[in-house]
């Protein structure tokens, strides 16, 4: 079905593998037509409770866009194609199921875009970092510009804009750019954990957590407002009913996403 991308369901955790090794899995447009593809499945099966990105190979996550494609593109190109590749990272960042980047080895350019728009990272300790954008004449165009300095701070984010540099995944741990830093072979492993328990939660209350934590960053939304308005339209679920239930008869809840 894909030719850029893997997928396999485990228990309700989709695995999405970028699987262009030889090309340190670059994004072209097959492989944004795809992830597009595969976020819409995310979205609409009911079997997929959560989901993983990463990479295929030890070297990298995703090390950049693929730049082949960019030679010879007008103004108006450009925009298009940045204007793609942020509404498809926007669709990842406003999934309502939770979806974990495992960043293993080099996430630069495009790929440290698609890693940030993802709702948090686990790092292997060989991830690197980085929006080298500016050694081609470029600037991040997937949201890089937007979601950095949101997740670091402006003063950070912006020396790592102009300087091109990369941030290893210790520094990138200290900056709050990723949740954990774990060995390689544990990387996968660290986020199916990390999943396994959400995936224990009510999904209507995990989506609008999801949601609402996005509005902070939502300059047409008041945060507030829409917490309060998520907040009652749990009380409209047969899964706050369960909860509250189980919790006062003092047994495990069980949800059912309705």
Avoid: W
């Amino acid at each position: 079905m894909y030719s850029a991308i893997t997928t396999s369901n485990e228990n309700g955790i989709l695995l999405i593998t970028i699987n262009r090794p030889d090309k340190l899995n670059a994004l072209n447009k097959t492989v944004l037509d795809e992830l597009n593809t595969i976020i819409d499945e995310v979205y609409s099966n009911n079997s997929i409770k959560s989901a993983i990105i990463t990479g295929a190979g030890a070297k990298a996550f995703v090390a950049g866009a693929d730049i082949s494609e960019f030679q010879g593109l007008k103004h108006s190109e450009g925009m298009h194609l940045a204007q793609k590749g942020q509404n498809i990272f926007r669709k990842i960042e406003d999934s309502p199921k939770p979806i974990i980047a495992a960043v293993n080895g080099f996430a630069l350019g495009g790929g440290c875009e698609l890693a940030m728009a993802c709702h948090f990272r686990i790092a292997s300790d060989n991830a690197k970092f980085g929006q080298p954008e500016v050694n081609l004449g470029l600037i991040p165009g997937y949201g890089g510009t937007q979601r950095l300095t949101q997740l670091i701070g402006k003063g950070r984010a912006i020396e790592l804009l102009i300087t091109g540099n990369m941030l290893n995944a210790a520094t990138a741990l200290q900056y709050g750019l990723v949740n954990y830093v774990v060995p390689q072979e544990e990387l996968l492993t660290k986020a199916r954990t990390i999943l396994e328990v959400v995936n224990t939660k009510a999904p209507l209350a995990v989506g609008r957590c999801i949601k609402a934590a996005n509005a902070v960053f939502d300059q047409s939304q008041d945060g507030f407002i829409e917490e309060v308005k998520l907040f009652g339209e749990c009380f409209a679920t047969q899964d706050m009913v369960e909860g509250t239930t189980a919790f006062l008869e003092k047994r495990m809840p069980v949800f059912k996403g309705k």
